[in-house]
């Protein structure tokens, strides 16, 4: 086993905030994270893939391997800022959240 651990940049305005994104590890949701939170995520060793969704928004799939007895690092955040956050939940529904495997 290893683990995967997601941070999740704070963020103080915009439409989701306030809410947590949903975490999908494999095509399955594990876990929730709100802005300014860290989780860790238990995980076998091997290859996995990761989205984040929130409402019809969504990442990319990032695919990422995961060590035995290591910790593998993400960070996620909003893509728009501000008046930027509609025409990307508009625009680009499918890369709304970035997922940066560090």
Not at 45 to 72: A, P, Y
Request: net charge positive; hydrophobic share 35%.
């Amino acid at each position: 086993m290893g683990i995967l651990e997601i941070q999740r940049k704070r963020s103080i305005t915009g439409s989701d905030a306030l809410r947590a994104y949903k975490i999908f590890i494999d095509g399955k949701e594990v876990e929730s994270i709100k802005s300014g939170e860290t989780k860790t995520v238990n995980l076998p060793e091997g290859l996995h893939t990761m989205q984040l969704k929130i409402d019809w928004c969504s990442s990319r799939e990032v695919t990422f391997t995961i060590n035995e007895n290591q910790v593998t690092r993400a960070k996620c955040s909003p893509v728009g800022k501000g008046a930027f956050s509609l025409v990307s939940t508009v625009a680009n529904k499918n890369n709304y959240i970035t997922v940066e495997i560090l």
